[in-house]
């Protein structure tokens, strides 16, 4: 069975420090890795996206990682800031079968 | 360009009572998703579609039907609300998904709807 698990579930830190999500997932015959952000009561914002072939990528502070053979991807956020709380969640797209999974994600809170 | 706009924001039903949520995308994407989200639970798929005229069930299809009857919109029909279909859901669509393309899935805002 396909399954994406997040932990922790909640995190809290205070501002300025680096941190790192976790996503863990059982099959790694995929398509791509994507994270996104989901701030309350709102949508979905895709952060970044890895295929399947790369290893990692990169968009200002954020850091994104991808090791199939060890079925572990890893969020890094550098020199965190308040308005960095959100929930994070990351998803898989598989093509046998094509769907995508999700975890269900990391709230994460950055204390001023 | 809008991306995916959802229709409507918030809605109250009756058990019993029909409706049906409307997704748009102006990014001329094939494929299009319709997912609930429950506190605990993460995204689910309801039903998704590769492209105009076709459907497909996902991971929770019951209690929902959904038609693509133009590329840019799928909708999203619950013929007899129940409590248990009180959730966030999320119209989602993307390019046919290609190996070491950027396949990436774009999100609306979200429907917010809760069943008495």
């Known amino acids: 069975k396909q399954e994406v698990t997040q932990i922790p579930a909640a995190l809290s830190v205070p501002e300025g420090e680096n941190l790192v999500l976790n996503c863990s997932f059982t099959?790694?015959?995929?398509?791509?890795l994507q994270w996104f952000r989901q701030d309350p009561g709102k949508g979905l914002t895709s952060l970044l996206l890895?295929?399947?072939?790369?290893r990692e990528q990169t968009s200002g502070r954020l850091n994104a990682s991808l090791d199939k053979s060890s079925g572990r991807s890893t969020l890094y956020i550098a020199a965190s800031q308040p308005g960095d709380s959100a929930t994070y969640l990351c998803?898989?797209?598989?093509?046998?079968?094509?769907?995508?999974?999700f975890g269900t994600g990391t709230r994460l809170k950055v204390l001023a | 360009n809008a991306g995916v706009t959802q229709t409507p924001k918030f809605r109250v039903l009756k058990t019993g009572q029909s409706m049906t949520l409307l997704c748009a995308q102006d990014m001329n994407h094939e494929y299009m998703y319709w997912y609930r989200q429950d506190p605990g639970m993460g995204l689910r798929l309801i039903h998704y579609s590769v492209g105009e005229g076709t459907t497909a069930k996902g991971e929770v299809p019951d209690g929902y039907n959904v038609s693509r009857l133009k590329k840019q919109n799928f909708l999203l029909g619950l013929e007899s609300a129940a409590p248990s279909q009180t959730s966030v859901y999320f119209c989602?669509?993307?390019?046919?998904?290609?190996?070491?393309?950027?396949?990436?899935?774009?999100f609306g805002p979200g429907t917010r709807l809760t069943v008495l």
């Open positions: 099959d790694s015959a995929i398509y791509n």
């Open positions: 989602a669509s993307s390019y046919f998904p290609r190996a070491d393309s950027y396949n990436e899935q774009f």
């Open positions: 998803a898989l797209l598989y093509h046998v079968p094509y769907k995508y999974i």
């Open positions: 890895i295929q399947s072939s790369q």
